[in-house]
């Protein structure tokens, strides 16, 4: 029987969980309505916040030429990985800091009416100048609130909790002293009486990490080059104006990261120039120079001819002193230490594919390094590795540019193999028509070299003019209507929710804990002895319960209890002895003697009800007797009769009481003597019942003592009182057999209505 007391212990009996539950329904009423009460304060004060958002493309299609993206796939940055960098990149304290500053979004402007507080962006009610801050207020963030009255302006500030002031002003625009330091506050606007308005003023790197936490900047999907930009706050307004100002510091930053190396380049072609346009005016000159000192007025035939038949070579040759120039310029800026950390001058002409991939490779991870820095340090493992790889990649170029600086002087000295033989036939012109050749030669390389740069000055500005913003807006930023926080439907549901939550959770720990009996028929079915009766609550808190003619629910219950009580006493027995005890003390064990014993009487049968709860006796109090005719004295002194213990009741002529007395120091050997089993004896001979009113058998061992003069046992539980345990204790005592004939009865019960009409009536 204990095992299936366990198994059922294990199991979740639905029934129960329905009966707690509807015994304590007005706990959800109470949980539902206070919260929805809550709810709809929250929702009534807090400001709905909206979720604003926009979408951008990368053009990396523009962004990177093909030398390019190859240098970065050779680096491991794909396509998708560089738009991972550009998500960073535009999370970046760095850009928030330059468009919160673009905006000039240092403070927090509010104002509130009646029950909200709204955001002020464009056009706020209050500006401050900060005359002077504490120490700490100017590391922490800190309130200004400015309530206008009829008399003037109540000014509140507050830093943390505990730190705050309240100063009342006549006028705006003068200093005033407060907790944080001194403060102007001008108005921007006639401010309303009925409104309070506020200024959140932080420190600049808090109003950064703040934005950079509410904005969310991610890949739409993983591998697309399409970047979404989002927030949630109250002001919309602000938050599309942020939101498109990131996007443009971020197109203005990366086109100055895109033209770092046209700039670069067109400083390398200005240098160059003034240093050819020196030289061609040189040429120029000694030209000009040789002609008045000759009083040469035109080229004679044979120098023309001469020079128009090298005109091919010397193209050639121009163009490979050109490139030569330019591998010469390239090596000189790549060995200045100056320079290290600089672009290469790209674009220049560089005629040697392998040069220019090397260049170009170069100038990608150096903007990327570039880029990487704005949020990392020299001694980061990420730039310490590409400084390694720049540097591998430098060294590629200075030896490429040996190679390309042999392979030009190998095809120059060949042409001027080919060249040789009109310079054989000018030695043989006369002297002074072989020096007019080469001084005119000498001016027209030094004229195609400065040309080449000017043109290649031109097509340089041109792509600086025409640089294409690297991320294109594709849904320009807006807020989405339907984000609104909080929904008033989603609020009751939660509402509605935790009403019924939290009293679950009360109820479910209530029931956890409560180790009491509260279920009839589990114990019911859990004892293992007949059940006489349900008794309910002493609502009225009398000590009698049944009178004569009376019909109330503990009356007709106690009835009840003393026709089933018939029932299970034995047949044979004559004259009953009928113990009543409980586990513990407050389970009502006198009660139902008592009033069980005065039912009796009403048969018209004589009882005697005894006392034998010598430990606690309570007998004589409950009836208003007199302290007189004691049990103890009866047990402990033999000259002590049986009459002068009998006590009429007052209650009914048929019942009457044999009190206790006085506690005696040895309890348990009183009860073992003789005399007990005297006293009882003759009990029998003058009475039809006789019930015992005994000790609580969890506590002391005295009912035990009783059972050899007791017919049967009444065990007496109480209603959300007695320890569920106390069930396999009386089980354990049954089948021990350390009390016979047990019957038990649970008072207390709320609830219970008797039948045949007395439901209406008091208990």
Not at 55 to 80: C, F, P, Y
């Amino acid at each position: 029987m204990v095992n299936g007391m366990e198994k059922r212990n294990d199991e979740i009996d639905v029934r129960k969980l329905v009966r707690v539950v509807l015994e304590h329904w007005y706990w959800f009423a109470i949980g539902v309505a206070v919260c929805a009460l809550l709810g709809i304060t929250y929702y009534v004060h807090t400001t709905p916040k909206w979720t604003t958002d926009m979408s951008i493309m990368l053009r990396q299609k523009d962004g990177l030429d093909g030398a390019q993206i190859e240098s970065l796939t050779m680096l491991g940055l794909t396509g998708n990985q560089a738009a991972e960098d550009e998500v960073v990149a535009l999370s970046s304290r760095g850009l928030i800091y330059q468009a919160v500053d673009a905006l000039n979004l240092w403070e927090d402007n509010a104002k509130k009416g009646m029950l909200r507080w709204e955001g002020e962006f464009r056009n706020p009610a209050l500006t401050i100048e900060y005359v002077s801050l504490t120490k700490k207020s100017q590391l922490r963030p800190f309130v200004v609130k400015v309530k206008p009255t009829k008399k003037g302006y109540v000014i509140k500030t507050k830093r943390g909790h505990f730190l705050f002031s309240r100063t009342k002003v006549a006028a705006l625009g003068e200093p005033v002293k407060t907790a944080v330091g001194t403060l102007i506050i001008h108005a921007n606007r006639p401010l309303s009486t009925d409104t309070t308005y506020r200024v959140v003023h932080m420190p600049k790197e808090l109003v950064v990490a703040s934005y950079s936490k509410n904005i969310n900047i991610a890949q739409h999907k993983k591998e697309s080059n399409v970047i979404k930009l989002s927030t949630v706050s109250t002001m919309p307004d602000r938050d599309k104006a942020l939101l498109h100002q990131i996007v443009e510091q971020y197109n203005l930053n990366a086109v100055v990261d895109k033209n770092m190396i046209a700039t670069n380049t067109a400083a390398f072609i200005e240098e160059r120039l003034a240093v050819i346009t020196a030289e061609l005016s040189d040429a120029e000159n000694a030209v000009s120079n040789y002609k008045e000192q000759n009083n040469i007025a035109d080229l004679n035939t044979q120098a023309q001819l001469f020079l128009q038949a090298s005109n091919a070579e010397q193209r050639a040759l121009v163009e490979i002193e050109t490139q030569l120039s330019l591998v010469d310029y390239i090596d000189e800026f790549l060995k200045d230490e100056t320079k290290r950390n600089s672009l290469i001058p790209a674009n220049i002409g560089v005629t040697d594919a392998s040069l220019s991939s090397g260049m170009s490779e170069y100038n990608a991870m150096q903007l990327q390094r570039m880029r990487i820095l704005r949020t990392a340090t020299e001694d980061n493992p990420v730039i310490e590795q590409m400084n390694a790889q720049m540097a591998t990649i430098r060294q590629n170029i200075i030896a490429t540019i040996q190679s390309v600086r042999e392979s030009l002087k190998i095809r120059q000295r060949s042409l001027m193999a080919q060249d040789s033989k009109f310079n054989r036939q000018i030695q043989d012109a006369p002297e002074q028509q072989r020096e007019y050749v080469r001084v005119v030669r000498d001016q027209q390389i030094k004229e195609s070299l400065y040309i080449y740069l000017y043109k290649k000055r031109e097509e340089n500005a041109l792509m600086l003019a025409a640089t294409t913003m690297p991320a294109k807006i594709l849904d320009m930023p807006q807020r989405d209507v339907l984000s609104a926080k909080p929904k008033l439907k989603m609020l009751l549901f939660v509402c509605l929710f935790l009403g019924l939550l939290f009293p679950g959770l009360a109820l479910y720990v209530y029931v956890l804990f409560n180790d009491r009996i509260d279920d009839v028929k589990e114990f019911e079915r859990a004892v293992h002895a007949p059940l006489l009766g349900q008794l309910v609550e002493n609502s009225r808190n009398v000590h009698i319960a049944i009178h004569e003619g009376e019909s109330t629910v503990s009356a007709e219950l106690f009835r009840l209890l003393r026709t089933n009580l018939r029932f299970v006493l034995p047949k044979e027995a004559k004259n009953p002895v009928i113990l009543v005890t409980s586990s513990i003390n407050g389970d009502g064990k006198s009660y139902v003697a008592s009033n069980t014993a005065l039912s009796l009487a009403m048969l018209g049968k004589k009882v005697a009800l005894v006392g034998l709860d010598i430990r606690k006796p309570m007998l004589a109090d409950y009836f208003g007797l007199k302290q007189r005719g004691h049990v103890t004295d009866y047990l402990a002194e033999p000259e002590v009769t049986l009459d002068e213990l009998i006590i009429p009741s007052g209650e009914h002529k048929n019942l009457d009481i044999l009190p206790c007395g006085t506690i005696p120091p040895n309890p348990s050997e009183l009860l073992q003597t003789e005399r007990l089993e005297e006293l009882f004896a003759e009990l029998k001979k003058r009475y039809d019942y006789v019930i015992v009113d005994t000790a609580p058998v969890a506590l002391v061992s005295d009912t035990y003592l009783l059972d050899r003069i007791a017919d049967m046992t009444i065990f007496v539980c109480r209603y959300k009182y007695t320890p569920s345990e106390m069930v396999e204790y009386i089980n354990q005592m049954i089948e021990q057999k350390r009390m016979h004939n047990v019957a038990v009865v649970l008072n207390g019960v709320k609830g219970l209505r008797a039948g045949y009409g007395y439901g209406a009536q008091k208990a």
